[in-house]
């Protein structure tokens, strides 16, 4: 093959139309078809994709007697920048090594296609879907590639492949470089996209694709409005593992706050002195539940069980452990031998600082207050006595955010109903 080079006037003419041809078939992948950049590649005999969402584009298919069709040159525009919006080659790279690229290849084209062919994209014959090696559709490339990988499944992708292999769809599909691929950035004919601007492009498309969903003529694929769901979410974070962390790190550092006391006598003996003893304080620990009308019990209990299982873990007593009900008001402090054994009032107006503060004057005074709430709620000025733990159900930020001074975790929205 002959060097890369930028495209010509024709076959630039050539390469427009079947992008507003792919654009027309699948409105919300313009902004990623129009992201990719296309250079020529001539004598590739396909199109293919670096990780720097560079399109190459073999001319001769372009222009000229062997030109594809105008939708079909459309259709696998749309194939190769799903590679891209996929994330295939990063996708690629978590794989266990060795990898099969060839059985990647083949696991990464299925997940496309059928997501095309429910698009009513018009797809060139023979190409590779999960039924042509009798999977069915819906499932990852993950998915496909340990199927494919199966000694039995593996003699379908040699048939498949043909006696000349398959030359797979570049790096950026997370199959080998095309010849002349072009390397890194700075290129003379394109720089592509770097790793910040492909995520903006990606998540620009997931909106898209989400409010394209169940919109009737050219609504989104089922596959990829769950693709679009993926990208779309919050980076999933272990919420209980970092909110029994908080607690245990409040917990400790109130624990090590001791201090002399004469209440028992050092072992030390001085003739004639009686020497206080170094003593560390008996841990109380209250728990303010935010109960208005915008909490859910699901998740709620689930942040309960979390916070019950750390107090349980570190030796916290049980008369060391106070629970307030608070929405605009206050319960007063309750022992409780247990969660389950708390009756939740309220359902009103939310101002969590009530509760903080009918913790805080309790008596004996908590070292820690752990509040669950939503979120939507005001929060004291300044910082108080005991150590602040909000734990924030649903990710809702508030009215301005929780104080920097406290131990914020946020637990989303669903936590407890998949625990």
Same mark, same amino acid.
């Given at each position: 093959?002959?060097?890369?080079?930028?495209?010509?006037?024709?076959?630039?003419?050539?390469?427009?139309?079947? %992008?507003?041809?792919?654009?027309?078939?699948?409105?919300?992948?313009?902004?990623?078809?129009?992201?990719?950049?296309?250079?020529?590649?001539?004598?590739?005999?396909?199109? #293919?994709?670096?990780?720097?969402? %560079?399109?190459?584009?073999?001319?001769?298919?372009? @222009? &000229?007697?062997?030109?594809?069709?105008?939708?079909?040159?459309? *259709?696998?525009?749309?194939?190769?920048?799903?590679?891209?919006?996929?994330?295939? #080659?990063?996708?690629?790279?978590?794989?266990?090594?060795?990898?099969?690229?060839?059985?990647?290849?083949?696991?990464?084209?299925?997940?496309?296609?059928?997501?095309?062919?429910?698009? /009513? @994209? /018009?797809?060139?014959?023979?190409?590779?879907?999960?039924?042509?090696?009798?999977?069915?559709? /819906?499932?990852? *490339?993950?998915?496909?590639?340990?199927?494919?990988?199966?000694?039995?499944?593996?003699?379908?992708?040699?048939?498949?492949?043909?006696?000349?292999?398959?030359?797979? !769809?570049?790096?950026?599909?997370? !199959?080998?470089?095309?010849?002349?691929?072009?390397?890194?950035?700075?290129?003379?004919?394109?720089?592509?996209?770097?790793?910040?601007?492909?995520?903006?492009? =990606?998540?620009?498309?997931?909106?898209? @694709? %989400?409010?394209?969903?169940?919109?009737?003529? /050219?609504?989104?694929?089922?596959?990829?409005?769950?693709?679009?769901?993926?990208?779309?979410?919050?980076?999933?974070?272990?919420?209980?593992?970092?909110? %029994?962390?908080?607690?245990?790190?409040?917990?400790?550092?109130?624990?090590?706050?001791?201090?002399?006391?004469?209440? =028992? $006598?050092?072992?030390?003996?001085?003739?004639?002195?009686? +020497?206080?003893?170094?003593?560390?304080?008996?841990?109380?620990?209250?728990?303010?539940?935010?109960?208005?009308?915008?909490?859910?019990?699901?998740?709620?209990?689930?942040?309960? &069980?979390?916070?019950?299982?750390?107090?349980? +873990?570190?030796?916290?007593? =049980?008369?060391?452990?106070?629970?307030?009900?608070?929405?605009?008001?206050?319960?007063?402090?309750?022992?409780?031998?247990?969660?389950?054994?708390?009756?939740?009032?309220?359902?009103?107006?939310?101002?969590?600082?009530?509760?903080?503060? *009918?913790?805080?004057?309790? =008596?004996? #005074?908590?070292?820690?207050?752990?509040?669950?709430?939503? &979120?939507?709620?005001?929060? $004291?000025?300044?910082?108080?006595?005991?150590?602040?733990?909000?734990?924030?159900?649903?990710?809702?930020?508030?009215?301005?955010?929780?104080?920097?001074?406290?131990?914020?975790?946020?637990?989303?929205?669903?936590?407890? *109903?998949?625990?």
């Amino acid at each position: 093959m002959s060097g890369v080079r930028e495209l010509e006037p024709a076959e630039m003419r050539a390469f427009r139309l079947a %992008r507003l041809v792919s654009a027309e078939h699948m409105p919300y992948f313009m902004r990623a078809l129009f992201a990719a950049q296309p250079v020529a590649a001539p004598s590739l005999g396909t199109f #293919a994709v670096d990780a720097r969402w %560079r399109l190459y584009l073999d001319p001769d298919l372009l @222009v &000229g007697p062997c030109a594809w069709p105008v939708p079909m040159v459309g *259709a696998v525009l749309l194939h190769e920048v799903g590679h891209l919006l996929r994330a295939h #080659a990063d996708r690629a790279a978590a794989l266990a090594k060795p990898i099969d690229h060839l059985v990647w290849n083949f696991a990464a084209d299925a997940e496309i296609n059928d997501d095309l062919l429910a698009a /009513g @994209v /018009g797809l060139p014959e023979g190409v590779i879907t999960p039924q042509s090696f009798g999977c069915l559709s /819906g499932d990852t *490339a993950e998915q496909y590639y340990d199927y494919l990988r199966d000694p039995l499944a593996h003699q379908t992708v040699t048939e498949l492949a043909g006696a000349e292999g398959d030359p797979g !769809c570049g790096s950026g599909s997370g !199959c080998p470089a095309v010849p002349g691929e072009l390397i890194g950035s700075g290129e003379v004919i394109t720089e592509g996209l770097d790793n910040a601007e492909a995520d903006l492009v =990606r998540r620009s498309v997931a909106q898209a @694709v %989400r409010e394209a969903s169940g919109t009737g003529r /050219g609504s989104a694929p089922a596959g990829l409005v769950r693709w679009a769901a993926d990208v779309l979410a919050p980076p999933t974070v272990a919420w209980d593992r970092l909110l %029994r962390a908080v607690i245990r790190r409040a917990l400790a550092e109130q624990a090590g706050r001791t201090n002399y006391s004469y209440s =028992r $006598p050092s072992r030390r003996r001085i003739p004639g002195i009686v +020497a206080p003893a170094m003593r560390g304080p008996s841990i109380t620990v209250s728990l303010v539940i935010d109960t208005s009308g915008s909490m859910t019990s699901a998740d709620l209990d689930a942040a309960m &069980g979390e916070v019950a299982g750390v107090l349980k +873990a570190g030796g916290i007593a =049980r008369d060391r452990v106070r629970i307030l009900a608070c929405d605009a008001k206050s319960t007063t402090a309750q022992h409780v031998r247990s969660v389950a054994d708390v009756t939740l009032v309220g359902g009103g107006g939310t101002d969590m600082r009530v509760g903080i503060a *009918a913790a805080n004057a309790a =008596r004996p #005074a908590p070292h820690v207050v752990v509040v669950l709430t939503d &979120g939507d709620t005001p929060w $004291p000025d300044r910082p108080t006595r005991s150590h602040l733990v909000c734990a924030i159900i649903g990710g809702v930020q508030g009215r301005g955010g929780t104080p920097a001074w406290a131990s914020t975790v946020h637990v989303p929205v669903g936590s407890g *109903a998949t625990r």
